[in-house]
């Protein structure tokens, strides 16, 4: 990706969040749901002296994967609902610049969910400190994965009938490829296994993060311009 086509990519994800700080209740809503889905699992385990990793590690990221649905139903989907779309085209930029500033904008997006998803695990599941920085880097690579094939599905859809509903029922089947190494990935840094015995389960998010990168270079242009 040249220089050029990653400068329009910034700006327009910078156009994104701006217009996303000026209406603040869309995301402030993702992260009370975040917040509310960690306390209910808190309420609903107190009574159990110790959780198993791959529990608290499975809620995490069913948490993570509505998240991204509320993040990402709306990458494209806004644009055609407010007519901008058109607008998009017009820009002198490959349409990859395009996709790739709904990527980082959804990138952005997701980390700031994630965050408040690990803060407040730490404050109501009683998670060490010291357990942060593993978390942090499985679930941004996470993040990364759903960003990309989220944007991705949402530019497929963006002109098909009731696409929310559409989006939020396919999401699921192409999330598999990151929710299984995900989990696991987590679970094994929860247990103090450390970062280094999550390799397998990095390489797995990794390959499927170029395979996304791989189809989206291919079909966007053919999907986007039709």
Same mark, same amino acid.
């Given at each position: 990706?040249?220089?050029?086509?990653?400068? !329009?990519? /910034?700006?327009? %994800?910078?156009?994104? #969040? &701006?217009?996303?700080?000026?209406?603040? !209740?869309?995301?402030? =809503?993702? #992260?009370? /749901?975040?917040? =509310?889905?960690?306390? $209910?699992?808190s309420f609903s385990w107190r009574t159990i002296l110790r959780l198993d990793p791959l529990v608290i590690s499975a809620?995490?990221?069913?948490?993570?994967f509505f998240a991204s649905i509320l993040v990402l139903t709306t990458s494209f989907a806004r644009e055609v609902d407010?007519?901008? &779309?058109?607008?998009?085209?017009?820009?002198?930029?490959?349409?990859?610049?395009?996709? *790739?500033?709904?990527?980082?904008? +959804?990138?952005?997006?997701? $980390? #700031?969910?994630?965050?408040?998803?690990?803060?407040? =695990?730490?404050?109501?599941?009683?998670?060490?400190?010291?357990?942060?920085?593993?978390?942090?880097?499985?679930?941004?690579?996470?993040? $990364?994965?759903? *960003?990309? @094939?989220?944007?991705?599905?949402?530019?497929?859809?963006?002109?098909?009938? +009731?696409?929310?509903?559409?989006?939020? /029922?396919?999401? /699921?089947?192409?999330?598999?490829? &990151?929710?299984?190494? +995900?989990?696991? *990935?987590?679970?094994?840094?929860? %247990?103090?296994?450390?970062?280094?015995?999550? $390799?397998?389960?990095?390489?797995?998010?990794?390959?499927?993060?170029?395979?996304?990168? *791989? %189809?989206? @270079?291919?079909?966007?242009?053919?999907?986007?311009?039709?």
């Amino acid at each position: 990706m040249s220089e050029s086509t990653l400068s !329009h990519a /910034f700006k327009l %994800a910078r156009k994104d #969040i &701006i217009v996303e700080l000026r209406r603040p !209740h869309e995301l402030l =809503s993702i #992260i009370a /749901f975040t917040l =509310s889905s960690i306390i $209910v699992s808190s309420f609903s385990w107190r009574t159990i002296l110790r959780l198993d990793p791959l529990v608290i590690s499975a809620a995490m990221w069913v948490v993570i994967f509505f998240a991204s649905i509320l993040v990402l139903t709306t990458s494209f989907a806004r644009e055609v609902d407010r007519g901008t &779309i058109d607008g998009l085209r017009s820009i002198p930029c490959p349409p990859t610049a395009i996709l *790739a500033g709904k990527m980082i904008y +959804g990138m952005i997006t997701l $980390v #700031i969910v994630l965050l408040s998803l690990v803060l407040s =695990s730490l404050l109501f599941l009683n998670l060490s400190t010291s357990l942060i920085p593993g978390l942090v880097v499985i679930f941004t690579i996470g993040a $990364v994965d759903f *960003a990309l @094939m989220g944007s991705m599905m949402s530019a497929v859809l963006m002109y098909s009938e +009731g696409k929310n509903l559409l989006l939020a /029922f396919l999401f /699921f089947p192409v999330s598999v490829p &990151i929710l299984l190494p +995900g989990i696991q *990935a987590c679970a094994k840094i929860l %247990a103090g296994e450390g970062i280094m015995a999550t $390799v397998p389960e990095l390489r797995l998010l990794f390959a499927f993060m170029l395979a996304v990168i *791989a %189809a989206s @270079m291919l079909l966007f242009q053919e999907i986007f311009l039709e």
